[in-house]
């Protein structure tokens, strides 16, 4: 169980374009998830926490109109790149946790962006 | 602000043999919870065993098991009997629920090599 899913697992987009990507909890609930940024060699870098319904909070130095998250229901949350530049390249994980008082996140495969 | 510190940029290991990987971390609350997360190449982030701070035996999973000191702020983790398979990026994280959001916070992770 607690399996987390991510689409599109690789993405390539013009500079410019924006780029959507799906993190979906497929066997339960998910009130809050979680988006990283992960650059090669490196270790996860908490980006943003969505919970279900309200606005997303976000790390400092992390730009909310350029990183759109959307939690429209307890299984999906998105995480939109607007108008995406190559420094945006990197890649990007979500997780999930079942609910409040429980600790375990369950992470999804992660979605490799390249923007050309 | 909770820190999490892994000091071991990269570690190998006979296949077979034990190998333990360290973690510290910074905090001044005494309820939370540590994790150790596997990452293989595949990216996909998997549980490897979890700690809760208010009990005072350490958790074990088969061949993986920590050694918690609390005190010491201090939780590394021991596998036994490695693998090739273990081969992976191993990241210690922190989490305190007493935050919103419960986000955790990891360490720059350990690159683990287990040679046959």
């Known amino acids: 169980g607690a399996v987390v899913s991510q689409h599109p697992s690789r993405v390539i987009c013009k500079s410019g374009t924006s780029v959507k990507i799906e993190c979906r909890s497929l066997?339960?609930?998910?009130?809050?998830m979680f988006w990283y940024r992960q650059f090669p060699k490196q270790s996860l870098m908490l980006m943003a926490t969505?919970?279900?319904?309200?606005?997303?909070?976000?790390e400092q130095g992390v730009e909310k109109d350029k990183f759109l998250i959307n939690h429209a229901s307890l299984t999906l949350s998105t995480l939109t790149v607007t108008s995406a530049h190559p420094e945006d390249s990197s890649f990007y994980i979500c997780?999930?946790?079942?609910?409040?008082?429980?600790?375990?996140?369950?992470f999804g495969p992660g979605t490799r962006l390249l923007v050309l | 602000a909770q820190t999490v510190t892994q000091s071991q940029p990269e570690m190998s290991v006979q296949e077979a043999e034990t190998v333990t990987l360290s973690c510290t971390y910074d905090?001044?609350?005494?309820?939370?919870?540590l994790f150790w997360y596997k990452q293989p190449p595949s990216r996909q982030m998997i549980l490897v065993i979890r700690?809760?701070?208010?009990?005072?035996q350490n958790a074990t999973e088969n061949r993986f098991s920590v050694n918690f000191q609390k005190a010491a702020k201090s939780f590394s983790l021991k596998i036994s009997d490695s693998q090739l398979g273990d081969t992976a990026m191993y990241f210690c994280?922190?989490?305190?629920?007493?935050?919103?959001?419960?986000?955790?916070?990891f360490g720059a992770g350990t690159r683990l090599t287990v040679k046959p």
């Open positions: 700690q809760e701070a208010y009990k005072q």
């Open positions: 969505s919970n279900e319904g309200s606005k997303a909070t976000y």
């Open positions: 997780s999930a946790r079942m609910g409040q008082g429980i600790e375990t996140q369950y």
């Open positions: 905090t001044s609350e005494s309820n939370y919870y």
């Open positions: 994280a922190f989490m305190n629920p007493q935050y919103n959001n419960n986000d955790m916070r």
């Open positions: 066997d339960f609930q998910a009130t809050t």
